[in-house]
Each structure stands twice: as structure tokens, then as C-alpha cells.
């Protein structure tokens, strides 16, 4: 006797009623493309401000299904779609840091503290975000981050410093050391797998051919 159909899997993600339409987008065209890209389908219950997450069909790997929700969330949090679609390539993530965590949820404090993290102009938070190549939301309590796990890792230690009063030019400091430190990590692991190439090469030019 054969078993019982397994349920699909499914994410459920929970979304602020004012982010739905951005999920959605204009004609559907976000929620479409999303489905596309992972072979998931997206079902938006306005009713509960959920997304439900499923896969298409039979094989779709579980890390689709992810990407797919990260996506959601990236925009939940905030980013616009073009930028929350970054989160399906194979190496970024998304990283939040809850403000409440750090300073409390007194909103003059809330007001201060995002207002550090910004800058004037916007200037802090796009400095951090060309240093380490990520992108960056400031919500009304959290600071949403997408990128690489290192540089994503690296803003999000800034962010936290200047929440806790950090001068930016001490912040900006600490991440010019990470980020060196990063760059050399790199250089190593390239340097590795060119040298892993070319001793399997050589080792294929060595083989014998019967």
C-alpha cells in the first residue's frame, strides 16, 4: 500500500497591510516575477496580511521557497522590488536590526537614533552603503540591510555602533578595518581555488591517455 501524499511545503509571511501592494505590485508584475524566478506560488490574503509561499510543482528545492520569502520580506521591510530582488542571487541575505533592542521604544529616542543612522541628507546611511556594497532601509523600528553575509555582517555592526552613539568618524574607522580584513579573506580563498585549478590541470596533463 503506497503512503499518503505529503503536504507541500509552505512559508507563511507576515506583511504590514500598507507593504501588500508593493508585494503585489502594479498588474501583479512583483508577485509574477518572484514566482518566476524561484518556481513558487504566491498566495496574498489581504484578509490577514499574509503571503503564503508554496512550490510550483514536485522538485523545486526547499532554498527557493526561502528566497522567495526573504524577497517578501526585504519588501515588507521596506525595499522597493528591484532592490529586494538582489536577495535571489545565490550569496545574499537579509539582515535586521530591531532598534527598540538598543535604545528602548521611547519614540524621541527612536527619532534620535534613526536620525543618526540617516544623516544628514541621507549621507550616513549611503556612506555606509558604499563602503560595503549594500543596500539599506531605515524603518520606523528596524534597520533592514541586504547584501553579502561579510558586508551585510560589517554594515550591520556600524548601524549598531552609531545607535549607540558611536561618532560616525570612529564608525567609519572600524569599517574601513573590517573591511580590509574582508578584502584579504578574499584574496586568500581566490588565491586558493586558482591554485586548486591548477594543480587539477596539471594533474589532468600528467594522466596517461590508453
Same mark, same amino acid.
Given at each position: 500500500m503506497?503512503?499518503?501524499?505529503? $503536504? *507541500? $511545503? #509552505?512559508?507563511?509571511?507576515?506583511?504590514? $497591510?500598507? *507593504?501588500?501592494?508593493?508585494?503585489i505590485g502594479v498588474d501583479g508584475e512583483v508577485k509574477k516575477e518572484i =514566482? #518566476?524566478?524561484?518556481?513558487?506560488?504566491?498566495t496574498v490574503d489581504t484578509e490577514n496580511s499574509m503571503v503564503i509561499i508554496e512550490p510550483e510543482m514536485e522538485g523545486v528545492p526547499p532554498v527557493n521557497l526561502m528566497k522567495a520569502a526573504e524577497v517578501v520580506k526585504a519588501i515588507a521591510y521596506g525595499f522597493p522590488p528591484e532592490?529586494?530582488? *538582489?536577495?535571489?542571487?545565490?550569496?545574499?541575505?537579509?539582515?535586521i536590526v530591531d532598534l527598540k &533592542?538598543?535604545?528602548?521604544?521611547?519614540?524621541? &529616542?527612536?527619532? *534620535?537614533?534613526?536620525? #543618526?543612522?540617516?544623516?544628514?541628507?541621507g549621507r550616513a546611511r549611503r556612506t555606509i552603503e558604499e563602503m560595503t556594497g549594500t543596500?539599506? &532601509?531605515?524603518?520606523?523600528?528596524h534597520v533592514a540591510i541586504i547584501g553579502d553575509y561579510e558586508r551585510a555582517m560589517a554594515a550591520k555592526q556600524a548601524i549598531e555602533m552609531l545607535a549607540e552613539g558611536r561618532m560616525h568618524s570612529t564608525v567609519y574607522r572600524h569599517l574601513?578595518?573590517?573591511?580590509r580584513e574582508i578584502k584579504r579573506r578574499e584574496s586568500l580563498r =581566490?588565491?586558493?581555488k586558482e591554485e586548486l585549478y591548477e594543480a587539477s590541470q596539471a594533474g589532468a596533463r600528467r594522466r596517461p591517455y590508453w
Open positions: 503506497s503512503g499518503a501524499a505529503q $503536504p *507541500r $511545503p #509552505r512559508i507563511y509571511v507576515k506583511i504590514p $497591510p500598507d *507593504r501588500l501592494g508593493a508585494v =514566482m #518566476r524566478r524561484t518556481g513558487t506560488v504566491i532592490k529586494a530582488f *538582489r536577495l535571489l542571487d545565490e550569496d545574499q541575505i537579509l539582515v &533592542h538598543i535604545v528602548g521604544d521611547k519614540e524621541n &529616542h527612536l527619532k *534620535r537614533i534613526k536620525g #543618526r543612522i540617516i544623516g544628514e541628507g543596500y539599506i &532601509h531605515v524603518g520606523d523600528y574601513e578595518r573590517l573591511l =581566490m588565491w586558493a
